[in-house]
């Protein structure tokens, strides 16, 4: 295919980057490599969205720090970039929704291209009201771009966890969007799909993609290994390292925070509202 017949993706990667590791980014260039290797896509831009506060899991630190740190360890790439919109809400939003005001600001953008003819501006405008209703799954018609959650297994996985997604919410995100998952040793993420009838249904949709350099790099390993006053170098871009070091974050008081309160998806889907 030449390069104008490719179709554009968009990966965006949302969570709580509490803080940004090297397994992050290298989702996104594993992410890349399977798209375009497989000849119909070309992967035009990464977009790292943090949670905000609101979502009140243990040991979140503010969202002004993830997001500083995000932007220092993006810095050097040239088409990943850190969006702050998600960060800046006062409530926890909801992964759908976030993917919703991505590709509205997506297709927007492409609209006011000046090198898209009125015909196709047309079509994307049809698109954006298509996309109005988050029930309706129509196919594109024209090659605007995709939008696609770039996600771990563990994500993957979450999705089977009572209360913390929505059912409609998944069936919006795999189909109508899109799911590249980066799987690990020891998690069956094929299996996954399987047993699971909405993942199963838009199973065209999920690319599942092997991580065969083992990489076990978490967020979590990271800040005990803070707190304990041992180095995370080499886990964590420099940048990041000395901006933890310079604000004093990711202390025994700080993997407290939260430590008593309810994750807002679980206080929002079991509410008298989710009934």
Not at 98 to 105: A, F, Q
Request: proline fraction near 4%; glycine fraction near 6%; charge should be neutral.
């Amino acid at each position: 295919m030449e390069p104008q017949d490719l179709t554009k993706v968009v990966l965006l990667a949302c969570g709580s980057f509490n803080p940004i590791t090297n397994m992050h980014l290298r989702m996104f260039e594993l992410a890349r490599d399977y798209l375009e290797d497989t000849g119909q896509y070309i992967v035009v831009r990464g977009i790292i969205s943090a949670v905000g506060d609101g979502y009140k899991k243990k040991g979140l630190i503010e969202a002004c720090h993830r997001v500083d740190m995000a932007r220092l360890a993006t810095d050097t790439s040239d088409w990943i970039k850190v969006d702050a919109w998600e960060s800046q809400q006062p409530e926890w939003v909801e992964t759908a929704k976030v993917m919703r005001h991505h590709y509205k600001e997506l297709m927007t953008a492409e609209q006011n291209n000046d090198c898209v003819d009125t015909a196709k501006k047309r079509r994307i405008e049809a698109t954006m009201h298509a996309f109005e209703d988050p029930t309706s799954y129509h196919t594109r018609r024209d090659n605007s771009p995709q939008l696609k959650l770039l996600c771990g297994a563990d994500v993957l996985e979450s999705f089977g966890v009572p209360n913390l997604w929505k059912h409609e919410d998944i069936a919006e995100i795999v189909g109508r969007y899109g799911l590249v998952c980066i799987t690990r040793n020891g998690c069956d993420a094929h299996k996954f799909i399987h047993q699971s009838e909405v993942l199963w249904r838009h199973r065209k949709n999920i690319h599942v993609v092997r991580e065969w350099v083992t990489n076990e790099i978490s967020a979590t390993h990271v800040r005990r290994a803070l707190r304990r006053g041992q180095t995370v170098r080499y886990l964590l871009p420099d940048p990041v390292v000395s901006y933890i070091q310079e604000h004093g974050l990711y202390s025994a008081e700080s993997e407290q925070k939260n430590a008593d309160v309810v994750l807002a998806p679980l206080q929002r889907h079991t509410g008298p509202s989710s009934s």
